[in-house]
């Protein structure tokens, strides 16, 4: 059910292009990662400087997550869970916005993920949940609204209903995972499970490839008769999945596609807006968001005619719009 289909979608690419970011990327493997809190480097000059503290939370189990806060500390925050397998970047368009109108952003890139480390156990909804919980407590938000996207909208309902009470004030979830992913004798118009082992498979296979093919095809609909593929989209996709750990990102298609939150929904009473695209080729619309909005105490379905499960980068003006709505009211 779930197809790749990029043909052509590198063809604008030069070997001279790619040898360039190849280097850069060398370049920045050679860069100090993550500078201790406090510490003292020489400058050119010969004279001692004090390295800003990082932004990193130490889990208890030895996870280092890289987190991002922009905007006045007290101001309302809008915390941001990005899906699988990319990082907090594919979160910085509409960060940038609401940090814009006032507001404290924050997001992190998922143990395994991005910049955080690549600890090779944890890989699970619950663990997702309680890192969260760990970055919350770190910068004490109160008042929050968390905002997920795909997987980060299971990691996002995991959390409220295990972690948040007494510190969220909405929730948000865009063409998330939940109610269960997985087809089963209780939920039967879910995916069979011969659709994860593929992408499994894919990923073991030739990582990189894969990324590829799954950014250029249907992840933003690219695949679809008339659309755009947008070369800078795709890429900005695949650097974020291949600065992810392989284990990681292998364990988290158990966690998104097999975790059953019917019990985390039902019990979440603040305001929730469910948003889906019904051209979503990754989390169909029919088995997600109207199941989702049933279960909630306080959801309100909006279905997205024709919109790929990443509508958060080719729609972003309607997103933001939809968002700003719901948050103000």
């Not at 779930?2 to 493997?29: D, E, F, H, P, Y």
């Not at 004090?50 to 939370?57: L, N, R």
């Not at 051209?279 to 279905?303: H, R, Y």
């Amino acid at each position: 059910m779930i197809k790749a289909n990029c043909t052509g979608c590198q063809t604008s690419l030069t070997r001279r292009g790619i040898l360039a970011a190849g280097a850069a990327g060398l370049v920045s493997m050679t860069l100090p990662i993550v500078p201790a809190e406090g510490a003292q480097h020489q400058d050119g000059h010969g004279l001692a400087q004090t390295v800003s503290p990082t932004p990193v939370v130490a889990t208890r189990d030895g996870a280092r997550i890289f987190y991002k806060d922009w905007g006045p500390k007290s101001a309302q925050p809008i915390f941001f869970h990005h899906g699988w397998p990319l990082s907090s970047d594919d979160w910085d368009t509409h960060m940038l916005y609401f940090v814009g109108k006032g507001y404290r952003v924050v997001a992190h890139d998922r143990r395994g993920h991005g910049r955080s480390s690549q600890i090779g156990h944890g890989h699970d909804m619950d663990q997702y949940a309680a890192d969260v919980a760990a970055v919350v407590e770190r910068l004490d938000l109160h008042n929050t609204i968390h905002i997920g996207h795909s997987t980060g909208g299971g990691e996002a309902a995991r959390y409220v209903a295990r972690h948040g009470k007494g510190r969220v004030a909405k929730l948000v979830l865009i063409g998330a995972v939940p109610p269960l992913m997985l087809k089963t004798p209780a939920n039967p118009g879910g995916l069979p499970i011969g659709v994860f082992d593929n992408l499994r498979a894919r990923l073991a296979a030739n990582r990189s490839q894969f990324y590829l093919d799954f950014a250029g095809g249907p992840f933003y609909g690219y695949n679809r008769p008339g659309s755009a593929p947008s070369q800078a989209v795709i890429w900005n996709w695949w650097r974020q999945a291949m600065m992810g750990g392989a284990k990681a990102q292998f364990d988290g298609i158990k966690a998104f596609s097999e975790t059953d939150f019917t019990e985390d929904l039902a019990g979440i009473s603040v305001p929730t807006l469910v948003m889906h695209g019904t051209d979503d080729q990754i989390v169909p619309f029919a088995d997600s968001a109207p199941l989702s909005a049933n279960l909630l105490k306080n959801g309100t379905l909006k279905a997205l005619e024709n919109l790929p499960h990443g509508m958060c980068t080719t729609h972003a003006d309607l997103i933001q719009s939809e968002l700003s709505a719901f948050i103000t009211t």
